[in-house]
């Protein structure tokens, strides 16, 4: 009796080993697909299977006739050295494999760099550096299998160049905005990145060390993107009451106490007691509770040295080392403390310095499309999706 099962097991995993393999590229508004089948896979193989087997053969033939040319040659000799060969074989075939693993890896990292710069999916250090081109792995049977990822990575190429312009343009936006509100860019940016970039050649033919240099410089370039979109998250972006009308503005003033010339570190909004005051801000409260002429005070730490402070509150209703969210309720206006009627006392510190609040409530609108790009950054990262 003869069974077919052991072939169609064997068939079944051959089947199973050669799958096609798909490389999608999306360059912000399409997707393009380029698949490897898995006929194209098989052939390759063969292809690679019959030139190892054809030169064994050839090698072993060549061995066998210097062996049998000479009599001085024993049958263990002879039977070492073919071994030998088998084993030289196997070790190149092998490490044309890891090759193709790690060129298909290298290109697969390449467009994750890509999409997180195109798409915000994922973050700089979530995907890595770019890694550079095996020098290793450029033998005649390696260059045959990588052949067909050759298409992908021009097309790849063509796409960074996109991205590299898009990240240029963001980051230039994004530090033009920072220092519209008084902070300095370089401040959370160390070192030099980015730098001028050399589009791919008409032909799509991209040498490795171009395309290393082009997807290196595109990876720094998004790394200190991503530095400051992060670090708008902990900017002030709205405004701390519903209604704002100022009854005194930031800077030198004449005291209300005094009327002699005193330096006014914030704004003062007018409003009813219990007026509901607001976060404008995610970070921790660092204080809360009495403060000298303050009376009633909330100050929030945002990271990146920034900090608000909200002063003269009829009630607290945040405690200290807690965190709180942009736009949630800390308080309610009073006046507590040096005043002389209801209002909202308003700061914003950069480095323990008091700067101007307006800036900020008066370019809430843009800092809210850069924090809503940088949050879903935080999204996916912490998603993974």
């Known amino acids: 009796m003869v069974t077919t099962a052991p072939n169609a097991n064997l068939a079944q995993r051959f089947r199973n080993f050669f799958v096609t393999r798909d490389f999608i590229l999306?360059?912000?508004?399409?997707?393009?697909?380029?698949?490897?089948a898995g006929r194209t896979q098989a052939l390759l193989a063969g292809v690679a299977a019959i030139t190892v087997t054809f030169s064994a053969y050839g090698v072993s033939q060549a061995a066998f006739g210097a062996m049998?040319?000479?009599?001085?040659t024993t049958p263990e000799?002879?039977?070492?050295?073919m071994q030998a060969e088998i084993a030289q074989m196997e070790a190149d075939v092998a490490a044309v494999k890891q090759a193709a693993l790690k060129h298909a890896a290298r290109v697969e990292?390449?467009?994750k760099i890509i999409n997180g710069v195109l798409d915000g999916k994922g973050s700089p250090a979530d995907i890595g550096a770019p890694v550079p081109a095996d020098a290793a792995a450029t033998n005649n049977m390696a260059r045959d299998v990588l052949a067909p990822l050759r298409k992908v990575e021009a097309n790849q190429a063509q796409l960074a160049a996109k991205a590299q312009r898009v990240a240029q343009l963001r980051l230039t936006l994004t530090e033009r905005h920072l220092r519209s509100l008084g902070v300095r860019p370089a401040r959370y940016v160390q070192g030099g990145m980015g730098g001028p970039f050399e589009a791919a050649p008409a032909d799509g033919?991209?040498?490795e060390g171009n395309a290393d240099a082009q997807f290196r410089?595109?990876?720094q370039?998004?790394?200190k993107l991503d530095v400051l979109e992060q670090t708008v998250i902990a900017i002030p972006s709205m405004q701390p009451v519903d209604n704002v009308k100022l009854?005194?503005?930031?800077?030198?003033?004449a005291d209300p106490f005094h009327g002699s010339a005193a330096m006014h570190a914030g704004v003062d909004i007018p409003g009813p007691q219990g007026t509901p005051v607001y976060a404008t801000a995610d970070g921790v409260i660092g204080r809360s509770g009495r403060f000298g002429g303050y009376g009633n005070l909330i100050a929030i730490n945002h990271g990146k040295g920034i900090e608000t402070r909200y002063g003269h509150l009829s009630k607290i209703l945040v405690a200290s080392n807690t965190r709180v969210r942009r736009g949630q309720l800390i308080g309610l206006m009073g006046s507590t403390g040096r005043s002389t009627g209801s209002h909202l006392h308003y700061e914003v510190r950069i480095d323990g310095a008091a700067v101007n609040p307006m800036p900020f409530m008066q370019n809430a609108n843009v800092l809210d499309q850069i924090q809503e790009r940088a949050a879903r950054v935080q999204l996916t990262a912490a998603t993974g999706n």
């Open 68 to 72: 049998t040319a000479t009599s001085a």
């Open 205 to 207: 033919a991209v040498a």
């Open 109 to 111: 990292q390449r467009q």
């Open 26 to 36: 999306h360059d912000g508004r399409d997707l393009r697909r380029f698949s490897i």
């Open 247 to 253: 009854t005194s503005s930031f800077g030198v003033r």
């Open 77 to 81: 000799a002879r039977m070492a050295r």
């Open 217 to 219: 410089s595109l990876f």
């Open 221 to 223: 370039t998004w790394q």
